[in-house]
């Protein structure tokens, strides 16, 4: 197996972020420190990072039915509860991050590459939301959000977004992202002075939550991330 395939499989990163780390030094094979990305590693070699033994492991991705009150960090300084306690190891990747006050469906992995595939913008995956604002958004605002926000130093910020009902002065919307920006749907809806009350994510690409429950999760099958292949 290539250098690079192994690392990530030991849940070090996407390939790209292994072959970063290979051509720092920070990869020994036997002893010896190994800058080769194409270097194929066998089960009899003896292989190190940061001095320390590492073993590919069995890829697995969890889906997980976020609570409100965790945070997707492995450590808070806060004493905060963390997502990585209601998991079967730590030793995974966050695919992104909900906010301590989201709830909803995130992916959680130990495959480098999936990981990379999940989340970078370039792979265009739908991200779908429910979400309760203070204020309706006008026609014209929700068409400027579709054609993009320039917010953040002028970082441009687009989603899809469709009404679905109002409530006792709640108004609860359909929002569809395809990238992951920090506090993306907030800034956008405080962007026309329109405060999110709460924040949901059911649908990850083909993934939904079905009738799992909050604060559980489950195991991912193979055939559902065929789609992610593409």
Same mark, same amino acid.
């Not at 409530?167 to 990238?179: A, H, S």
């Given at each position: 197996?290539?250098?690079?395939?192994?690392?990530? #499989?030991?849940?070090l990163?996407?390939?790209? !972020?292994?072959d970063e780390?290979?051509s720092?030094?920070?990869? *020994?094979i036997?002893?010896q420190?190994?800058?080769?990305?194409?270097f194929s590693?066998t089960?009899?070699?003896? &292989? #190190?990072?940061?001095?320390?033994?590492?073993?590919? +492991?069995t890829l697995?991705?969890y889906? @997980?039915f976020?609570?409100?009150?965790?945070?997707?960090?492995?450590?808070?300084k806060?004493?905060?509860?963390?997502?990585?306690?209601l998991l079967?190891?730590?030793?995974?990747?966050?695919?992104?991050r909900l906010?301590?006050?989201?709830?909803?469906?995130?992916?959680?992995?130990?495959?480098g590459?999936?990981c990379? !595939?999940l989340s970078?913008p370039?792979? #265009?995956?739908?991200?779908?939301?429910?979400? =309760?604002?203070? #204020?309706?958004l006008?026609? =014209?605002q929700?068409?400027q959000?579709s054609?993009? @926000?320039?917010?953040?130093?002028?970082?441009?910020?687009?989603?899809?977004?469709?009404f679905?009902? =109002?409530?006792?002065?709640?108004f609860?919307?359909? &929002?569809?992202?395809?990238e992951g920006?920090n506090? +993306?749907?907030?800034?956008?809806?405080n962007?026309?002075?329109?405060?999110?009350?709460?924040l949901?994510?059911?649908?990850?690409g083909?993934?939904?939550?079905?009738?799992?429950?909050?604060?559980?999760?489950?195991k991912i099958?193979?055939? +559902?991330? *065929?789609?992610? +292949?593409?």
């Amino acid at each position: 197996m290539r250098l690079n395939k192994y690392l990530a #499989q030991c849940g070090l990163g996407s390939r790209r !972020k292994c072959d970063e780390i290979i051509s720092k030094g920070k990869i *020994k094979i036997n002893g010896q420190i190994v800058k080769d990305f194409s270097f194929s590693v066998t089960n009899e070699d003896y &292989v #190190q990072y940061n001095n320390k033994l590492i073993d590919a +492991e069995t890829l697995v991705t969890y889906m @997980l039915f976020k609570p409100k009150g965790y945070i997707c960090t492995k450590n808070d300084k806060y004493n905060r509860k963390v997502i990585y306690d209601l998991l079967p190891t730590s030793n995974l990747f966050s695919v992104g991050r909900l906010d301590y006050d989201t709830t909803g469906l995130i992916l959680l992995t130990n495959d480098g590459d999936l990981c990379y !595939k999940l989340s970078h913008p370039k792979f #265009q995956i739908k991200k779908k939301y429910i979400v =309760s604002t203070d #204020q309706k958004l006008t026609n =014209s605002q929700v068409k400027q959000i579709s054609k993009g @926000l320039r917010i953040d130093n002028k970082i441009k910020y687009t989603a899809t977004i469709n009404f679905l009902s =109002s409530e006792k002065n709640k108004f609860f919307w359909d &929002v569809i992202l395809t990238e992951g920006k920090n506090r +993306e749907i907030k800034k956008i809806f405080n962007f026309f002075g329109i405060k999110v009350l709460s924040l949901h994510r059911y649908k990850f690409g083909n993934l939904m939550l079905g009738a799992l429950k909050e604060g559980k999760y489950r195991k991912i099958k193979k055939s +559902e991330l *065929k789609s992610f +292949e593409k």
